[in-house]
């Protein structure tokens, strides 16, 4: 049972024993007194208990959800950085036709090693890796503003 439920029902057995402690007692007036303290207090306790497993639920969840979403960022990093270098090596190979039409064999040559420099980079990242279970690949050795900076 998690932290949620026992709190729920630590504060519901509360309220049913202050509600019985009145039904009980409700005939008599001076054992209604002390009683009614007694169980005012056992009350307030419960509730004060019941919020506490409350709020240990509620943190427990924001930190898994913390955790889920670092996860997810990472993922969305290396999806971002696959399409920057897929991007990056199309470009390529366009200014590298236009170079041919052109008949510029040098420069061809050149765009032609930078477009299979970017495809080289693009399936390193491992898209399986990304998509799947764990996230890895060279996707994550060298941060992304390195390689603009080096472009």
Avoid at 43 to 71: C, K, T, W, Y
Avoid at 89 to 99: D, H, I, N, Q, Y
């Amino acid at each position: 049972m998690n932290y949620l439920k026992k709190g729920l029902l630590i504060i519901l057995v509360a309220f049913v024993f202050n509600v019985l402690e009145t039904w009980f007692f409700g005939w008599n007036l001076r054992a209604q007194s002390a009683a009614e303290g007694f169980a005012d207090m056992i009350a307030g306790l419960g509730i004060l208990v019941g919020m506490a497993f409350i709020l240990g639920h509620v943190i427990g969840s924001l930190v898994n959800l913390n955790i889920e979403l670092r996860g997810s960022l990472k993922k969305l990093v290396a999806l971002l950085k696959i399409s920057w270098y897929f991007n990056q090596s199309e470009k390529a190979l366009k200014e590298c036709v236009k170079a041919l039409k052109r008949e510029d064999f040098d420069e061809a040559d050149r765009l032609e090693r930078i477009y299979l420099e970017f495809e080289k980079k693009a399936e390193a990242c491992n898209w399986t890796k990304v998509l799947g279970e764990g996230v890895g690949g060279e996707c994550f050795e060298k941060p992304l503003h390195r390689t603009l900076a080096k472009r």
